[in-house]
């Protein structure tokens, strides 16, 4: 049986209602294929990871992410409420069906590779909780070994303090966890062009 599974948390694709800061500065159509580009880029990496599931935004919008998934991944819709309310969700249910390390990422990090994902399961072998920080103050990636509703609660989602918030929260609870190598999210204008220029 399975011990990890990776969750992916996506939005359909859908004009006017993906990467909305970017397209405030480069226009819907531009924005949306933008997006398409970070999910494409993300999935490639994701070929090489057994026990992916998807958990996708609206809830009505399975059909329109079908064409992304890999023939073994599961199509789960994320759920009303807030973000840290849907990531404590994921994490129980995956928790709840035996699973015993979940990591979680989303799809604004073109420069993640399939090594950052080996490095998060490895890592929490022996902590209780990994997290890959953004450079804009949130995170990439976060994993855990057993569930913690309190890392995804009172938290300023959207924030610069989104990462300083979550591992404060972790020391409360006790957790003992690690930090990953530190990546850039693909929100604005200048982060697209920064990843443009970089050369990957």
């Known amino acids: 049986m399975a011990e990890n599974r990776l969750v992916v948390f996506l939005r ?27 999910v494409a880029r993300t999935f490639d ?3 090489g990871v057994a026990n992916v599931e998807l958990r996708f935004t609206p809830d009505d919008a399975e059909a ?18 807030s973000l840290g309310q849907r990531l404590e969700r994921a994490t129980a249910a995956a928790f709840a069906s035996g699973l015993k390390r979940v990591v979680l990422i989303g799809t604004d990090c073109p420069e993640l590779t399939l090594r ?3 490095a ?4 929490l072998v022996t902590n209780d909780l990994v997290i890959g920080p953004a450079s804009d103050g949130g995170y990439w990636l976060i994993g855990l070994r057993q569930p913690c509703s309190a890392i995804f609660t ?13 591992l ?7 957790l003992k ?3 990953l190598r530190e990546l850039g999210d693909v929100d604005t204008a200048s982060d697209w062009q920064r990843y443009q220029t970089s050369g990957q």
């Open 45 to 47: 990496v994701l070929s």
């Open 64 to 81: 329109e992410v079908a064409s992304w998934r890999g023939e073994t991944w599961r199509l789960i819709p994320q759920g009303d409420g």
């Open 177 to 179: 966890y690690t930090c």
């Open 154 to 166: 009172d938290i300023s989602w959207g924030s610069s303090e989104v990462l300083k918030e979550t």
């Open 12 to 38: 359909a694709p859908r004009l006017g209602a993906v990467k909305t800061r970017l397209a405030a500065e480069i226009g819907a159509e531009a924005a949306l294929a933008v997006y398409r580009f970070l």
């Open 116 to 118: 950052d994902l080996e």
């Open 120 to 123: 998060a399961f490895e890592a």
């Open 168 to 174: 404060t929260k972790a020391r409360d609870a006790g």
